[in-house]
């Protein structure tokens, strides 16, 4: 059902951007999008690359998880190749009210507001589908582009923990934020 819907199209200094639904071919760009962000050392948790096994893990368990309504994952195509991925996966229990965030743009890309609308999109079809109140996200406190954008997006800080996260032997904060 969800698979590969389109969710919007535009364009950008001549880019066609396309913002849809991941589907199963997916997993190579997807394989090479995340393993980039590893090389560049990105402010994320994931520290080792991905192999073709676990891509393929990777995105078979996103679209079951998708059509169950228990998550929504969105890529941002740049002239027909994946660039981008936001994701928000709906917690259980007493929590299933509550969607966790994450989102990556290609280096290539960014600062050309795309990580910003794949976001905004990204919240309205999570509320539409996953029918959560409160979306959450944790973020490096040193990842300012990032907090910019999730202030921008509405999204407030509701704690910090020091510490909270270790890369490469070296400490960083974990800021907590929330938008209801
Ligand atoms: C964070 C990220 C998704 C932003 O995507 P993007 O496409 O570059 O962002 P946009 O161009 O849509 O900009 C959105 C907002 O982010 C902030 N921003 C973007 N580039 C910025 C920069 N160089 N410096 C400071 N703030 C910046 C601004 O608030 C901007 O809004 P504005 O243009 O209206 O001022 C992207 O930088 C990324 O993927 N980084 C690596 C992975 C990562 O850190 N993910 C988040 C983990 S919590």
Do not use: C, P, W
Not at 11 to 30: N, P, S, T, W
Not at 62 to 67: G, N, Q, S, V, Y
Not at 131 to 146: H, R, S
Not at 160 to 177: E, T, W
């Amino acid at each position: 059902m969800f698979t590969g819907k389109i969710v919007e199209e535009f364009k950008i200094d001549g880019d066609f951007i396309r913002i849809r639904y991941i589907k199963f071919e997916d997993f190579k760009d997807l394989q090479e999008h995340i393993n980039s962000l590893v090389e560049e050392g990105a402010y994320l948790n994931r520290q080792k690359k991905v192999n073709k096994k676990e891509g393929l893990e990777f995105i078979t368990d996103f679209l079951k998880k998708i059509e169950n309504k228990e998550s929504v994952a969105l890529v941002a195509e740049v002239n027909g190749k994946v660039m981008g991925l936001a994701k928000i996966n709906k917690k259980k229990g007493a929590e299933s009210h509550v969607g966790v965030l994450g989102i990556a743009i290609r280096k290539e890309i960014r600062g050309r507001g795309i990580g910003k609308r794949l976001a905004e999109l990204l919240i309205k079809e999570a509320k539409k589908h996953l029918k959560i109140e409160i979306v959450e996200l944790e973020v490096f406190a040193e990842n300012k582009v990032a907090y910019n954008l999730y202030k921008k997006l509405g999204f407030k800080k509701a704690g910090v923990v020091r510490n909270g996260l270790k890369k490469n032997g070296k400490y960083f904060d974990r800021i907590l934020m929330v938008k209801y």
